[in-house]
């Protein structure tokens, strides 16, 4: 997972109102729980590991306490050099990338850290395509048109080289140069991230109809105990 350590003001900062900027940083660690918890879960079933890929260094101290047991901190950047156009997240998922492949991982998994409802199923999809021999992608998009996850067997540079990052046209482009690469691309469903009040208050909705099942959302204990914490339905009955 990539992520940044819950700090005020540097956490969420989108979701500033209707939260303040302490409630954000909580709500940034309620995050980094779940799904820190849910990748655990699914590595019941499939070969995963959890790993939080964070920046800058000096932090690691902020992450005690909020992940799931057995998550190992590694630093997403660092000064190796990467190919021309390969800037900002580029460079950091290209660096989680190579260090997950140096430590023998089969393949890395990248993942963001805003989905805390994510189905759990997805995760063990995308486990068990990465696992399966022969060489492929594994893309998650996001309804926003980026996406929430990508997986690899290889650091392919070319999948992050002049990427529009933060806009619409991220998940399309990275298609583009997955057909480039001649690879393989396994497509899991849409999902949405949460970063602003219109998905905070989708996030709220759906924790409230969760349901339980094989194909349901990632309940998010979490993130519903943060959410009451906070009185977010009174905080969004206000800006209503």
């Known amino acids: 997972m990539i992520a940044k350590a819950p700090r005020p003001g540097r956490s969420k900062t ?6 303040d900027a302490a409630g954000a ?7 980094l729980r779940d799904v820190t918890e849910n990748i655990a879960l699914a590595g019941r079933s499939v070969p995963l590991a959890g790993y939080v890929a964070y920046a800058p260094a000096g932090e690691e101290a902020l992450f005690e306490g909020v992940l799931a047991p057995g998550t190992a901190l590694m630093l997403a950047d660092g000064n190796p050099p990467v190919p021309a156009g390969v800037n900002g997240l580029g460079r950091s998922l290209l660096h989680a990338t190579r260090t997950l492949l140096a430590a023998g991982h089969g393949a ?9 409802t994510l189905p759990t199923h997805f995760l063990r999809n995308a486990g068990t395509a ?3 021999p022969g060489e492929r992608v594994v893309l998650g998009p996001a309804e926003d048109g980026g996406y929430y996850l990508l997986g ?12 529009d990052w933060s806009t619409e046209r991220v998940a399309e482009q990275t298609r583009a140069r997955v057909r480039a690469l001649g690879l393989e691309l396994v497509e899991l469903p849409p999902w949405y991230d949460v970063d602003d009040t219109a998905s905070l208050r989708r996030l709220a ?3 409230q109809r969760a349901t339980s099942g094989p194909g349901a959302s990632y309940p998010a204990p979490a993130t519903s105990a943060c959410l009451r914490r906070l009185g977010l339905e009174s905080l969004l009955a206000e800006r209503a």
Request: hydrophobic letters at 60%; aromatic letters at 4%; proline letters at 8%.
């Open 14 to 19: 989108r979701l500033v109102p209707p939260l």
């Open 25 to 31: 940083a909580a709500l940034s660690a309620a995050f």
């Open 108 to 116: 890395a998994c990248l993942l963001n850290a805003d989905s805390p």
């Open 130 to 132: 990465l696992a399966t």
């Open 152 to 163: 690899l067997k290889a650091a392919h540079a070319h999948l992050f080289q002049d990427i």
């Open 205 to 207: 909705g759906e924790i």
